[in-house]
Each structure stands twice: as structure tokens, then as C-alpha cells.
Nanobody, 118 residues
Framework: QVQLVESGGGSVQAGGSLRLSCTASGSSFSINVMGWYRQAPGKQRELVAT????????NYADSVKGRFTISRDNAKSTALLQMNSLKPEDTAVYYC???????????WGQGTQVTVSS
């Protein structure tokens, strides 16, 4: 079982930056693929970025490439999402996800709201 707690959301003007943090507990963090997803009102949840257990491979949605950076600190069981040059269309609830390569199970955090005003 993995518990995920996100923090760092908030409101910012277009062009600003935010950093989201996801802290995991309850299982071995280093065997999880970590990801960030988002869901805007009336839309489906979509992938934002993922990072492999060792941190060597990252993947981004086209809409955030060059603006967002995902990273992880396995010693602190934390995954981060640095968001720069934010746009109003980035407004959504952002969810942290952990995919355990050991069990194959997927876990979700409770979500954190990000609001970008124009």
C-alpha cells in the first residue's frame, strides 16, 4: 500500500511558476514509476509527466514540454513537478500517481488545485 500526499498548488498569474510536491509513504518508493496527471473541469484526466524509478527517463505531454520538469528524490520519497511559464489552460486539479513495478498496482493522491489567471 502506498499513500501519496500532494502539496504546492495555488493560484498564479499567467507566466508564473509553481512547484508541486508529492510525498509517498507505506512502501518502497524507489520501485515506483511516478507520474503527475491533471483534470480540468469537464475534461478527462490526462497525463502530464512521468519519471522512471531511477530518474533517468522522463516523459511529458506535448502541451507542457519545455515548461514543466518532473524530478524525484528517492531518499526523501518525493516527486516534484516544477511548472514554469504557466498558462490559463494549465488550470486543473493535479494528481500524483505511483505505479508499483513490484505489484503492478497504481496509487493516487488526493489532488491539488492549480489555477492560472490571465
Amino acid at each position: 500500500q502506498v499513500q501519496l500526499v500532494e502539496s504546492g498548488g495555488g493560484s498564479v498569474q499567467a507566466g508564473g511558476s509553481l512547484r508541486l510536491s508529492c510525498t509517498a509513504s507505506g512502501s518502497s518508493f524507489s520501485i515506483n514509476v511516478m507520474g503527475w496527471y491533471r483534470q480540468a473541469p469537464g475534461k478527462q484526466r490526462e497525463l502530464v509527466a512521468t519519471i522512471t524509478p531511477g530518474g533517468s527517463v522522463t516523459n511529458y505531454a506535448d502541451s507542457v514540454k519545455g515548461r514543466f520538469t518532473i524530478s524525484r528524490d528517492n531518499a526523501k520519497s518525493t516527486a516534484l513537478l516544477q511548472m514554469n511559464s504557466l498558462k490559463p489552460e494549465d488550470t486543473a486539479v493535479y494528481y500524483c500517481n505511483a505505479l508499483s513495478l513490484g505489484s503492478g498496482r497504481s496509487y493516487w493522491g488526493q489532488g491539488t488545485q492549480v489555477t492560472v489567471s490571465s
